[in-house]
């Protein structure tokens, strides 16, 4: 079955370092978004991204937070100046044709920002 | 924005029991799906069900949109199924696809 795949699984760095997070989507979905998870709370919504530009956002994704799809394949969440606040599991998902269906979450990249 | 309520925040069961989790939501929805957060911090689909009810070996879900809740049934629980479980919806209207996530149950299955 499909899925969607996501590295690093863990990634440490310095606060005030940039840190890119790739996924990889399921080939034939055309919607892709990003989530977060802080240690023991609730996932939240960050962007949602479709036909090449942002769809939607979320108040957390400020001017630090971006996205790309480089190529066909890989969508990338890029954090620049990291802070202490944004350590959290960062989930990448995608879903096939409308706002409407299933989304399939990858297995996340859990952040340490020291 | 729309509101979601999961009941209750833990549950502790003996192997073999059955159990009912809860999500209410706040506003009319197009898409509901029920995750399963297993230890590694993996989201487990479960179901899409934005209406209408779907059976999955001992896991089945309900969702009744005109009165805004849905329900997840666990039969025969077994210890691999401890976890947090999540409800998330997606709100009609929004031309972006936003998941808002409840705030979980965590469900724990002792031996």
């Known amino acids: 079955e499909p899925e969607v795949t996501q590295t690093p699984s863990h990634q440490v760095t310095q606060m005030g370092q940039e840190v890119i997070l790739r996924c990889v989507p399921i080939?034939?979905?055309?919607?892709f978004y990003w989530y977060r998870q802080i240690l023991g709370q609730k996932v939240e919504f960050l962007v949602s991204?479709?036909?090449?530009?942002?769809?939607?956002k979320s108040e957390i994704f400020d001017d630090q937070f971006s996205v790309e799809r480089p190529d066909g394949s890989n969508f990338t969440l890029k954090i620049r100046s990291t802070k202490l606040e944004d350590s959290a599991m960062y989930f990448c998902?995608?879903?096939?044709?409308?706002?409407?269906?299933?989304?399939?979450f990858g297995p996340g990249t859990r952040l340490t920002v020291l | 924005g729309i509101q979601v309520e999961q009941s209750p925040p833990d549950l502790i069961l003996q192997e073999g029991a059955n159990s009912t989790l809860r999500c209410n939501f706040s506003?009319?929805?197009?898409?509901l799906q029920w995750f399963h957060q297993n230890p590694w911090g993996q989201l487990i689909n479960l179901f899409y069900?934005?209406?209408g009810t779907k059976q999955n070996g001992r896991l089945s879900a309900t969702t009744v949109a005109t009165e805004r809740y849905s329900l997840l049934y666990i039969s025969s629980s077994q210890t691999t199924d401890s976890g947090v479980y999540f409800c998330?919806?997606?709100?009609?209207?929004?031309?972006?696809?936003?998941?808002?996530f409840g705030e979980g149950t965590q469900l724990t299955v002792n031996p």
């Open positions: 998902a995608s879903s096939e044709g409308t706002a409407r269906d299933t989304q399939y």
């Open positions: 080939s034939n979905h055309l919607y």
């Open positions: 991204f479709y036909n090449n530009e942002i769809s939607e």
């Open positions: 506003d009319s929805v197009n898409n």
């Open positions: 069900i934005p209406s």
């Open positions: 998330a919806v997606g709100l009609v209207g929004t031309s972006g696809s936003r998941l808002t």
